[in-house]
């Protein structure tokens, strides 16, 4: 019995050591790591232009430019303006009916407002939002292009 006892005793200390030489591998592994150093990229490279839509998104009056994304198949421009929502969708509804697009959904709340038209393949989506810091609006129009 003492025997199994000591055996015991001699296998948990045994298992202490490996878990501590575990620990300290670990720790000099953590301590000595260096991360890949990338190459850096190559700034010549230059994108393709292969945007199906030739449509330009109208600018509103008097509005800053927040952000824009191309891609492929769409456009979007993100502005924002002094003016109220009602100001910017009359604006942008007398534009597009203009060109010839028709509405082809309209939806209103108090805070926003958005709208679609559409002409041939051509779709324009227009969400206005109001901005509650400036009391104006922020308008975001894509077009697609099927």
Do not use: C, R
């Amino acid at each position: 019995m003492v025997g199994a006892i000591k055996l015991k005793n001699n296998l948990s200390s045994i298992g202490l050591g490996i878990m501590a030489a575990g620990a300290i591998a670990s720790y000099i592994v953590f301590a000595t790591f260096e991360p890949l150093t990338l190459p850096e990229p190559n700034k010549n490279v230059k994108g393709i232009k292969t945007l199906k839509s030739t449509f330009e998104v109208p600018s509103y009056p008097d509005a800053n430019e927040m952000g824009q994304d191309q891609k492929y198949d769409s456009n979007q421009v993100t502005l924002s303006t002094k003016d109220p929502i009602e100001k910017v969708h009359s604006y942008y509804k007398n534009v597009f009916e203009s060109k010839g697009f028709k509405q082809t959904k309209e939806i209103k709340f108090s805070q926003n407002y958005f709208a679609k038209y559409k002409k041939l393949e051509e779709e324009v989506s227009v969400s206005i939002t109001k901005d509650s810091a400036t009391n104006g609006s922020i308008i975001s129009i894509e077009n697609t292009k099927d």
